[in-house]
């Protein structure tokens, strides 16, 4: 995916939760993304601020956003719980500070994101830039039907800014003996039969269940993104 498809999805959602580290220990708030260009995305911040000060301090950030709602509408057919089509999506990475020298450059080029910060700065000049620079992330999509599990698309992953990412879903080793235990137990339709069979990383619901069925523990857990 590129920063700008991911910006769209973000715009969609609307505003994401920020998670920065005080020490060790996360805090979380609501905040939007106010612009996007090929180096990152763009967010605000008041000098202030805890959240501005945690970012300063080692530049950690991660945002994390659900569209719609994630409320559930009742049960389906078969009494499983059932929601509202959606997605979510989440990014972990690094920010950095973008000096108001550069802000007015740009909005002197006719950048309509700096020139938005600028008028704002003019109001509230305690108002600060940040540049989600480099990242990492994945979007779930729960949009498919829960009685038969027949989804488009569940986990897409993907970096920017010089980051890498682990491919989504559990996966099946050489130690795999091809009894297809796995494949009977997975209802999100997951595992390809072979010799070793194998796990479609971006229909995996990472729920485990092929892990706990598997006799020659031949399945690794998913990795972290
Ligand atoms: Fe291979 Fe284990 Fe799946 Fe059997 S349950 S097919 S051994 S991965």
Known sequence: MTLKEIHERIREIGCL???TLDGGTPHSRIAHVCGCDERGLYFLNMSVKPFYRQLKANGKVALCGIFPSG??????PVGQPAFEPGYTLRITGEAEEVPLAEIEAGAAAGDATFRYVLEDHARYPDIRLFRLHRGKGEIYDYDFE???????????????????HEEPGCR????CVACGACAEICTFKAVVPGEPYRIDGARCDECGSCILA???GAIEPPRTI
């Open 17 to 19: 939760t920020f998670t």
């Open 214 to 216: 598997c006799p020659e």
């Open 172 to 175: 099946i080793t050489d130690a």
């Open 71 to 76: 409320r559930p509408t009742g049960k389906n």
């Open 146 to 164: 829960m009685e038969r599990r027949d989804h488009k698309l569940l986990r897409t992953r993907f970096s920017f800014g010089g980051e890498t």
